[in-house]
């Protein structure tokens, strides 16, 4: 019965990183369509997703929901740990396949474009409203679906995340508006 908690707990962070990632998909299609007024699909990946937010999501959560009565704790954490996810993400990409998928450059304290100041406080004001409120929700939400229904979602969701795994890796998404 004990591996039973695990495989909820596991599937729980599953929901949470495909949460995430989607939220980040919708958050990076906003933000591209009030700086440059168009419509573009950002990220290495094909699919509604940005794997960076759900890494981010899932981090903040496992390592801080502890703290989500501690808010300037939280959002300091929560800053430092999505600084260094989109530090590491954003040095792979660029070591494995030269490319850019965000330039932070003109920005005040970045280092190397990869990361800067105010991404930094944007992932601390995020790490805190996750972890001491959203979560909780979407947990509410989650927690509605039977467990059959919730296996059923996220096997569905693993699968399209890894068809787009096999055409990413090789030939990730990339041009005008995608990268920089």
């Given at each position: 019965?004990?591996?039973?908690?695990?495989?909820?707990?596991?599937?729980?962070?599953?929901?949470f990183f495909?949460?995430s990632?989607?939220?980040?998909?919708?958050?990076?299609?906003?933000?591209?369509?009030?700086?440059?007024n168009?419509?573009?699909?950002?990220?290495?990946?094909y699919g509604?997703?940005?794997?960076?937010?759900?890494?981010?999501?899932?981090?903040?959560?496992?390592l801080l929901h502890?703290l989500?009565?501690h808010?300037i704790?939280?959002?300091?954490?929560?800053?430092?740990?999505?600084t260094?996810?989109?530090?590491?993400?954003?040095?792979?990409?660029?070591q494995?396949?030269?490319l850019?998928?965000w330039?932070?450059?003109?920005?005040?304290?970045?280092?190397?474009?990869?990361?800067?100041?105010?991404?930094?406080?944007?992932?601390?004001?995020?790490?805190?409203?996750?972890?001491?409120?959203?979560?909780?929700?979407?947990?509410?939400?989650?927690n509605?679906?039977?467990?059959?229904?919730?296996?059923?979602?996220?096997?569905?969701?693993?699968?399209?995340f890894t068809?787009d795994?096999?055409?990413?890796?090789p030939a990730p998404?990339?041009?005008?508006?995608?990268?920089?």
């Amino acid at each position: 019965m004990e591996h039973e908690g695990y495989l909820q707990k596991l599937m729980q962070y599953g929901y949470f990183f495909f949460l995430s990632a989607f939220v980040g998909f919708l958050w990076e299609g906003a933000l591209t369509l009030l700086q440059d007024n168009t419509l573009c699909k950002r990220g290495f990946f094909y699919g509604p997703w940005l794997p960076v937010y759900g890494v981010g999501g899932v981090l903040f959560y496992l390592l801080l929901h502890r703290l989500k009565k501690h808010y300037i704790l939280c959002f300091f954490l929560s800053a430092a740990i999505g600084t260094a996810v989109e530090l590491v993400i954003g040095l792979l990409i660029r070591q494995v396949y030269h490319l850019n998928y965000w330039d932070y450059s003109g920005f005040y304290f970045n280092y190397l474009g990869l990361i800067c100041l105010l991404s930094s406080l944007g992932f601390g004001l995020a790490g805190v409203f996750w972890v001491s409120y959203l979560s909780r929700y979407a947990l509410l939400l989650w927690n509605k679906l039977s467990v059959k229904k919730q296996k059923a979602l996220l096997l569905l969701l693993l699968l399209l995340f890894t068809i787009d795994c096999i055409v990413a890796v090789p030939a990730p998404n990339t041009g005008r508006g995608i990268t920089f």
